[in-house]
């Protein structure tokens, strides 16, 4: 969920921002689609980032802390590792559907027409 919110919050400040570049797209001949799909991509690479770093990072300090606290056991050997290093497969399926939810977000809820801006440049 904090991901998903995260994604929706960088997606909205990016498509903010974006709004000058995407009037220059449409009046030079950019179909309307071309906002829902740049939105599509911005919010499918911030959280597939964003699910990737985290996944690294809980991971990393799994394996630090598991390894760690193994290592006051070394002494019992041939006794079995009290706590094996496993990878949760299931919990990584997350950086695949997290990116593909805040994908379909953001194309449901992004206008395609903009309004026309007047600029004073």
Do not use: H, K
Not at 10 to 28: H, I, K, N, W
Not at 67 to 88: G, I, L
């Amino acid at each position: 969920m904090i991901t998903l919110g995260a994604a929706g919050t960088a997606t909205g400040l990016a498509a903010a921002e974006g709004r000058r570049d995407l009037s220059t797209l449409a009046a030079v001949g950019a179909s309307p689609g071309v906002r829902r799909v740049l939105s599509l991509c911005q919010a499918g690479v911030i959280a597939g980032l964003g699910s990737a770093l985290g996944i690294v990072a809980g991971l990393g300090s799994a394996v630090i802390i598991l390894t760690s606290v193994n290592r006051q056991y070394a002494e019992a050997w041939p006794m079995e590792t009290p706590y094996p290093v496993v990878v949760p497969w299931p919990t990584l399926g997350v950086l695949v559907v997290v990116p593909l939810v805040a994908m379909l977000g953001a194309g449901l809820f992004t206008r395609s027409r903009l309004a026309v801006e007047r600029r004073l440049d």
